[in-house]
């Protein structure tokens, strides 16, 4: 049987006799490459940096002050749109001499390393300038479109980004990360039944992935499916049983199913992996709430 292995691009689990990693596409380490290799190394962020940012769970306190069984996913803080004027300046001097265009490609791939480089720094409008140009030297190229549109996401723009990811993913249908991303697009916009069906969709290209089942789940959840997101939950933490914010996220779940024993299982579960976490004494003030309605079955079969 099949080991499992870390890929170190991305951090995805991935069975040891694939030659690539599902997620990212990057070759597993210390296996050659037989199939094409991709044009150019990528940055994690690049592929997958929004996957991990969607595993955070908002925090406990939220859940007490109202838990609503059509609660949105939390989405980061939207900062200041950025300028959204064109890259590049006119290469025209007003001199009359011959000059060599540059090679497209050669610019192309140097705005791509600049906008890694701007972003890893902080400069994400710099890093958004860089990749519209990459995008304007190749418009059909699907992971330059990929790339722009998680620039997009990342500062707070996900309905501008879609565009992008559209054109992604009609390029390449296939592709797990492009199908994420724009059902990702989708989520932060609230966008539930768009956001629910790229997810199903990513989970077909990719059924082990943790994070699509857990995201799938959480969309499932606030679209108003609390039964199908439990089930969807379930299989997040069967592929993942360590992560403990899955355990709070489904104990959400089934305490709005009125499954009050269960969701009670889930947030012990959750504190014996997390004893520590900063909602820990939150988490255990509401289980003793919970007592009485996870006791009254026993009471009222004795």
């Not at 199939?35 to 925090?59: D, F, N």
């Not at 490609?105 to 994400?124: I, M, P, Q, T």
């Amino acid at each position: 049987m099949a080991e499992a292995v870390i890929c170190s691009a991305c951090g995805a689990k991935v069975r040891d006799d694939r030659l690539k990693c599902l997620r990212c596409g990057e070759p597993l380490v210390a296996r050659a490459k037989t199939e094409k290799a991709p044009a150019r190394a990528r940055k994690p962020w690049m592929t997958i940096g929004i996957a991990a940012g969607c595993l955070a769970v908002s925090g406990f306190s939220i859940m007490l002050l109202g838990r609503a069984t059509n609660r949105a996913v939390q989405t980061p803080a939207r900062p200041a749109a950025p300028s959204t004027r064109a890259a590049g300046q006119s290469a025209d001097d007003g001199l009359d001499v011959p000059r060599n265009s540059p090679d497209p490609v050669v610019a192309s791939a140097s705005d791509l390393l600049a906008g890694e480089k701007a972003y890893e720094s902080g400069n994400l409008e710099s890093a958004l300038q860089h990749f519209q140009a990459t995008v304007a030297a190749n418009p059909n190229d699907a992971r330059t479109l990929n790339d722009l549109g998680q620039i997009l996401v990342r500062l707070g723009r996900a309905q501008e980004a879609l565009q992008y990811f559209d054109r992604a993913v009609r390029a390449e249908p296939g592709s797990w990360a492009y199908q994420f991303n724009r059902a990702r697009a989708y989520a932060q916009l609230q966008q539930w039944a768009p956001a629910v069906d790229g997810y199903r969709v990513a989970a077909r290209l990719f059924p082990d992935d943790y994070a699509t089942q857990y995201n799938l789940a959480k969309a499932l959840q606030a679209s108003g499916d609390t039964n199908a997101a439990i089930a969807t939950f379930e299989k997040a933490i069967q592929l993942a049983p360590g992560q403990p914010d899955f355990q709070l996220s489904y104990g959400l779940a089934l305490e709005a199913a009125k499954r009050p024993r269960d969701a009670a299982e889930a947030y012990r579960r959750y504190l014996e992996l997390e004893p520590q976490a900063p909602d820990a004494e939150k988490v255990k003030a509401h289980l003793a709430e919970l007592q009485p309605a996870t006791a009254a079955p026993a009471a009222a079969g004795s």
